[in-house]
């Protein structure tokens, strides 16, 4: 993939955000380019953050597993997307993995070669900082939020954000009800009555014990009201 491409497809949530295509050429003579194969681990969850990717060829998941050992995906990963970056600037170990859904390729940069490249483009420290600040403006007003809404409201703040689209154009949540209530704060006995008057209503329904969202349009309008 080019440098004009690269600083293309940078979206405004990219650490590397209005880039020129020279910096993305410095940055390319920074890093080592990889080549993997469908299935291969690129980023492994707990593992240190020694270095990050740059997605140039191929796609990606990633996911985390929980205590129970379940896969939670996050996202899905394309071309000029930027991976393990928090964990290599804050030094702790990656919270998530990122697994190769298909042949392809990536730049690999290393902590000293992204200081290193700091240290020269003082511009992009500069960015880098209002990016990581709108970020925790972003997680702060989340949490307020979450705060402020009723359980059901709540509750179907958090689908939305678990939810991905499979082969069927179907939605459906990887997490057990004991899980999913962990992960909004609420427990089992009230996501179970929840999440039965939702089936009964016909915006989801449960599947051995799992989740499939049925009427996206009304888990809409349940996240957006005052409970």
């Given at each position: 993939m080019d440098h004009a491409k690269l600083a293309e497809l940078q979206g405004p949530d990219s650490i590397f955000s209005g880039l020129s295509v020279e910096d993305w050429a410095d940055i390319a003579s920074r890093a080592v380019q990889i080549n993997f194969v469908k299935g291969k681990e690129l980023l492994v969850q707990g593992d240190p953050g020694d270095m990050m990717l740059i997605l140039t060829e191929g796609s990606a998941r990633v996911s985390m597993l929980t205590a129970g050992g379940r896969e939670i995906v996050l996202a899905y990963a394309e071309p000029g997307a930027v991976l393990g970056e928090i964990a290599l600037l804050d030094g702790g170990e990656r919270t998530a993995s990122v697994t190769a859904t298909s042949a392809g390729s990536a730049l690999q940069l290393g902590r000293n070669a992204l200081k290193d490249f700091a240290a020269s483009h003082?511009?992009?420290?500069?960015?880098?900082?209002?990016?990581?600040?709108?970020?925790?403006?972003?997680?702060?007003?989340?949490?307020?939020?979450?705060?402020?809404?009723?359980?059901?409201?709540?509750?179907?703040?958090?689908?939305?954000?678990?939810?991905?689209?499979?082969?069927?154009?179907?939605?459906?949540?990887?997490?057990?009800?004991?899980?999913?209530?962990?992960?909004?704060?609420?427990?089992?006995e009230h996501i179970n009555r929840q999440l039965r008057s939702w089936e009964e209503s016909g915006v989801i329904s449960l599947e051995q014990g799992r989740v499939r969202v049925l009427d996206t349009d009304m888990l809409e309008d349940i996240s957006e009201s005052e409970g």
């Open positions: 003082p511009e992009f420290t500069w960015s880098l900082m209002q990016q990581l600040a709108r970020r925790l403006r972003t997680a702060d007003q989340t949490i307020e939020s979450d705060r402020a809404y009723a359980s059901g409201p709540r509750l179907a703040r958090y689908l939305k954000r678990l939810i991905r689209k499979d082969v069927e154009a179907t939605h459906r949540v990887e997490l057990s009800q004991t899980e999913l209530g962990n992960f909004a704060g609420m427990s089992r």
